[in-house]
């Protein structure tokens, strides 16, 4: 099974504002974005998706719907995929929130909800019942054995976080660019995850 990871393209948000569910708009024409990434996913090899999955967020949906009208795939919106919930630090920017709010968040990773959004334990959980879906149609139908996810950078983290056996707090720390692919391969006979590619 092949599971291809997309972030969106850029948002229209200030550098160093944070923002995780707040829906904020592409910076860019998402129809010519969407082709763009057609075209590097093609160059990768890529296989083509039997079914595309997307965060409802603008900054995904957007690109996702032309793309699975290319691919002429099966498309679903599941608010699963969305971005952790950031609570009220949403679109305030990162030095403008409580340093101690922020201190306490860092030393609490999985747990703290300083800002009264999802904690991390909460957004891993979330995504994991997609994934679990995920794979158990795909252990039993050839036809999603090629599937397309276009998320966000938390989201495709946690993702590959789960698939690969590492800490969330690793795959944390991997780079990953606006509209950055990310390809993950479950082999048929051992079932284990691999990494094809990351931050494509
Ligand atoms: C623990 C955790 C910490 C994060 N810090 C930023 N993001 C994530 O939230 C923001 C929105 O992502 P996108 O631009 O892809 O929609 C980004 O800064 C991204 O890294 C995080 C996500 C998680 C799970």
Redesign the pocket.
């Known amino acids: 099974m092949d599971l291809v990871l997309i972030?969106?393209p850029a948002?229209a948000v200030d550098a160093g504002v944070?923002?995780?569910s707040s829906d904020v708009p592409l910076l860019d024409a998402a129809g010519a974005s969407a082709q763009a990434l057609a075209e590097r996913l093609a160059e990768l090899d890529a296989p083509p998706p039997q079914a595309l999955w997307t965060s409802p967020?603008q900054?995904c949906a957007q690109v996702a719907a032309p793309l699975a009208q290319h691919w002429r795939c099966a498309y679903h919106v599941d608010a699963r995929l969305q971005?952790?919930d950031?609570g009220s630090w949403e679109r305030k920017r990162w030095d403008a929130i409580d340093r101690a709010a922020l201190d306490a968040w860092a030393a609490d990773?999985q747990h703290a909800r300083a800002h009264g959004g999802e904690s991390?334990a909460q957004?891993t959980t979330r995504v994991g019942q997609w994934f679990d879906g995920l794979t158990a149609v795909g252990s039993s139908d050839e036809h999603v054995s090629h599937c397309h996810v276009v998320?966000?950078?938390?989201?495709?983290?946690?993702l590959a976080s789960l698939a690969l056996g590492v800490p969330?707090q690793t795959a944390?720390g991997w780079p990953?660019g606006?509209a950055a692919i990310a390809w993950l391969r479950r082999e048929g006979t051992s079932g284990a995850w691999r990494l094809v590619h990351w931050n494509a």
């Open positions: 972030r969106h948002p944070c923002y995780g967020l900054r971005e952790i950031f990773l991390v957004f998320t966000h950078a938390g989201v495709m983290r946690a969330l944390l990953l606006m």
